[in-house]
């Protein structure tokens, strides 16, 4: 016979987290982060690949990752963009560091240099 164990319910819940939150920037907690490294560890591992959220973290931040993770990633940004763009908000903006490599990367640079 197993025996039953009751905790709190759902709205203490609720209601100690959002004292926990009171007063507090919620942007700045990383939790549409987390919810997003979530969500596409999730596709991967419905997917078949075996995979950490570690590995989909790595990716998500530009470090070394499994090309599954990085791949993912990558089109989840561009999902993004695209979604952002068919509810006529701007477009963001990229990293000066980001905005150069793209530049190398169409030989803008070289062309600049070479004149």
Not at 11 to 24: D, F, N
Not at 36 to 59: H, K, M, Y
Not at 104 to 115: E, K, L, M, V
Request: aromatic share 2%; charged share 25%.
């Amino acid at each position: 016979m197993s025996l039953l164990r009751l905790g709190p319910s759902a709205a203490a819940k609720e209601k100690r987290l959002a004292s926990l939150l009171e007063g507090r920037d919620v942007s700045g907690l990383g939790l549409a982060e987390a919810v997003r490294d979530a969500q596409l560890f999730g596709s991967l591992e419905l997917a078949g690949e075996t995979i950490t959220l570690d590995e989909v973290r790595a990716a998500r931040i530009g470090h070394p990752s499994s090309a599954a993770a990085t791949g993912l990633v990558r089109a989840a940004g561009s999902a993004r963009a695209i979604d952002r763009a068919s509810r006529g908000l701007p477009r963001r903006r990229r990293s000066s560091s980001r905005a150069a490599w793209g530049s190398c990367r169409n030989g803008s640079a070289s062309r600049a240099a070479a004149s």
